[in-house]
Each structure stands twice: as C-alpha cells, then as structure tokens.
C-alpha cells in the first residue's frame, strides 16, 4: 500500500509535468470534442437530466464543460495545473484549483467527471478517491471516467497507470458506483481506453 505522502509526491510530479505541457497538450486536443466524446457526454446528460449540476475534474483547456454547458448543464471547472486555469480564465472562464487527492470535492452534484484523469492516481490510492467521488454525488447521480487498458503503469513524469476492466469494474462496485454503461475504443495512437458511467444508488 501507498501512503498519501508518496501519493502526494507522485501527484506533485504529475501536476509539474503537465505545467510544461499544457500549451502543447491544448493544441493537441483543439478546440472541440470529438464526435465519440460528444455521444458519451450526451448520454451522461439523458441521466442527469437538463440543467444538472457536474464536478469536472481535470478539465483542462474545458472543450468538455464547453461542451456539456452548451447541452445545459452547469459545470464546476477544475484542475490541479495552474498553467490549465490560465488558459480558462483568459476565456472568460470560473476555473477552481482542485486536487482530486487532497482536497474535499463538494458537493452535492448530478454528475462527475473524470475523463483522462484517474490513470494518474497510484493503484493504491484509487479506492479512496472514488469513495471521495460517490459521496460527492446525490443518489442517483453519475460519475463518468475513462482510463487505459492493460496493467502495470509507465512509470516517468506521467506515470499512467493501467486497468483492466473487472478490476477497476470491482473498485467502482466496492464504491457503491455501480456501472451503467461503459465503452471501449482504441484511439488513433492504437492506445485502448474504457470508458464507464456508474451510478451512486444510495
């Protein structure tokens, strides 16, 4: 088991990373959601319903809470790299400096979302933060995450960790988040991610 001191440091290495590779990483993703990405936000909205309140974790440049508040939904923005909340506020932008290991979540919310962001907590410490995660959420509120397939994790500045789908399937489940949908695909690098939306029931 990790402790959260390690956990913190690996985060810091993380967060530092993506500080150095903001700007290259917005022109990668654009300006838009890709037409997939698109469909599974939509499908988290037809379970939130209109005008739902969501946590987005690591939002980023925030083309997802673009996208989500243009289908009515109301978006909290955060993220842990301060180069990222530049970018959003220089739009016009509310962004909050958020942790997704240290700091408490708020709530309660509609939905969450996570997308791209899960494969950089340490396997150990993934347990509690989807129990942070379910109790941010109403009953009956969603959460969506994607993550890499496979095992191990990478290692380096990044540090991606992998999972296998019954594996992070049990987590969820042990969270109380139990799956309603979930998807996978293989992006354009050949890369495989799943991607699942859970529902907190009680």
Same mark, same amino acid.
């Given at each position: 088991?990790?402790?959260? @001191?390690?956990?913190? !440091?690996?985060?810091? $290495?993380? /967060? ?5 590779? !903001? ?37 980023? &440049? ?19 790299? $301060? !180069? #990222?909340? !530049? ?16 700091? @408490?979540?708020?709530? &309660? ?13 340490? $396997?150990?410490?993934? %347990?509690?933060?989807?129990?942070? /995660?379910?109790?941010?959420?109403? &009953? ?17 500045? #990044? ?9 992070? /399937? ?9 799956? $309603? ?16 939306? %859970?529902?907190?029931?009680?």
């Amino acid at each position: 088991m990790t402790d959260l @001191k390690s956990d913190m !440091a690996n985060s810091n $290495r993380i /967060i530092q990373s993506y500080e150095e590779y !903001a700007k290259e990483y917005s022109e990668i993703v654009g300006t838009e959601v890709s037409q997939r990405t698109a469909e599974t936000l939509q499908r988290m909205v037809s379970f939130t319903g209109l005008g739902a309140h969501m946590l987005e974790v690591g939002s980023g &440049p925030g083309i997802e809470a673009d996208y989500l508040e243009s289908l009515g939904a109301v978006v909290r923005r955060t993220d842990a790299t $301060r !180069a #990222f909340l !530049a970018m959003q506020v220089e739009r016009g932008k509310n962004v909050d400096l958020l942790n997704i290991i240290s700091d @408490k979540l708020g709530g &309660p919310y509609d939905g969450v979302l996570a997308l791209c962001v899960l494969i950089h907590v340490d $396997r150990d410490h993934t %347990a509690n933060v989807l129990k942070k /995660i379910r109790n941010a959420l109403r &009953p009956g509120g969603v959460f969506l995450v994607s993550l890499r397939e496979g095992q191990g994790e990478t290692g380096g500045g #990044f540090n991606t960790i992998f999972w296998e789908y019954d594996e992070f /399937i049990a987590h969820l489940a042990a969270a109380d988040l139990h799956v $309603r949908w979930h998807d996978r695909n293989t992006d354009h690098e050949g890369e495989v991610w799943l991607t699942f939306l %859970a529902e907190r029931q009680l």
